[in-house]
């Protein structure tokens, strides 16, 4: 029996007015819930979410479980299953029928190759072409620890298979970009330890105690400063990051520029980061790879396409829970609607 089949007849405004892609169609669902099949579940069918589930109303006194020798109905518990998770299922059926809705218009539906695309995506993201893997296991692995279920993981890859043939002609990757993460990927990096304040006054104070000491006892006061003061996650670890390579637009112009600069056991000066300030201190350059572009280039190009891919899936399905309507009657799922929406406020 379906844990999510007595939603949908909840669901009326914005979902009402989503049609279904036509019977014949299918697919599964999205990203937050990365899982897999077992084995028996290899092949994924294309059907609609709920299609052979019966409604809300037929369910009423059919029993759901026996709790302490005591029969509970499906109308009885869906309440406390209605608050617990109601508001994740509702999101994840207003995306999956709007996606379907808009490819629908434009003449295009969901086949069983895209579903089944869209599982083997899912496995690479888990690494399961590594060698040695089990693929089957670590999907299944990773399904059972987000709880999902036959249902879940089909409207899992049910939604984000209609949201990537949906951003699918948006998708453009140039050489420029190959070049770019060519540089980031393979070429010369800076290991740093960086230290963030709030206020350019504490940053200053703290260079200058730190401009102070020798090298030896400068790199162990950055340390113990960084664990002390940082507000940066680093800080636990004594403020070390991941090698930077000085042409990732993902770090601020200001700190790649000024760690270019630098030799291992300097000190930057204050690194404006709006809103906070920042010191480093270089541990280590390490030296381009020496990898040829061309022996790279279908990978990069690969890695590009599936980033952008992801960026704009997400921004699709963000704009279609900010702007597609629903209206919720249940009072439970109310609620739990609410106190989602309540969550995301900044």
Do not use: H
């Not at 636990?236 to 630098?262: F, H, K, M, Q």
């Amino acid at each position: 029996m379906s844990r999510t089949g007595w939603l949908i007849p909840l669901i009326v405004a914005g979902l009402g007015g989503c049609e279904s892609a036509p019977s014949g169609t299918g697919g599964l669902s999205s990203e937050r819930d990365t899982a897999g099949l077992r084995a028996s579940e290899r092949t994924v069918r294309v059907t609609q979410p709920g299609s052979s589930r019966s409604s809300q109303s037929s369910m009423a006194g059919i029993p759901a479980a026996v709790v302490g020798g005591e029969t509970l109905t499906m109308d009885q518990i869906a309440p406390y299953l209605a608050e617990a998770s109601g508001a994740l299922v509702l999101e994840d059926l207003l995306i999956t029928r709007v996606a379907e809705s808009e490819l629908a218009r434009s003449g295009r539906a969901l086949t069983q190759s895209d579903l089944e695309q869209e599982r083997a995506e899912f496995a690479r993201a888990l690494g399961a072409s590594s060698p040695g893997t089990d693929t089957e296991q670590l999907i299944d692995a990773v399904r059972r620890s987000r709880g999902l279920g036959p249902e879940r993981f089909g409207l899992l890859v049910r939604r984000t298979a209609a949201l990537r043939k949906l951003v699918s002609s948006e998708v453009t990757v140039e050489e420029t970009d190959i070049a770019l993460a060519y540089r980031v990927r393979y070429g010369p990096r800076v290991r740093v330890r960086m230290i963030l304040a709030a206020t350019e006054r504490d940053a200053a104070a703290m260079v200058s105690e730190l401009r102070a000491m020798d090298p030896g006892s400068r790199r162990a006061r950055f340390i113990q400063l960084a664990m002390d003061r940082s507000s940066d996650s680093s800080g636990s670890a004594g403020g070390l990051l991941e090698p930077i390579s000085p042409a990732d637009p993902a770090y601020p112009l200001a700190v790649r520029t000024t760690i270019a600069s630098l030799q291992p056991g300097e000190l930057s000066p204050v690194i404006a980061i709006s809103p906070n300030y920042a010191i480093v201190l270089a541990e280590e350059l390490i030296p381009d790879q020496n990898v040829g572009i061309e022996s790279v280039r279908a990978s990069l190009r690969d890695d590009l396409r599936r980033r952008q891919e992801r960026l704009l899936m997400d921004r699709k399905a963000r704009a279609i829970v900010d702007t597609a309507g629903i209206t919720v009657i249940d009072p439970s799922l109310q609620w739990s609607w609410r106190t989602r929406e309540g969550r995301r406020e900044p």
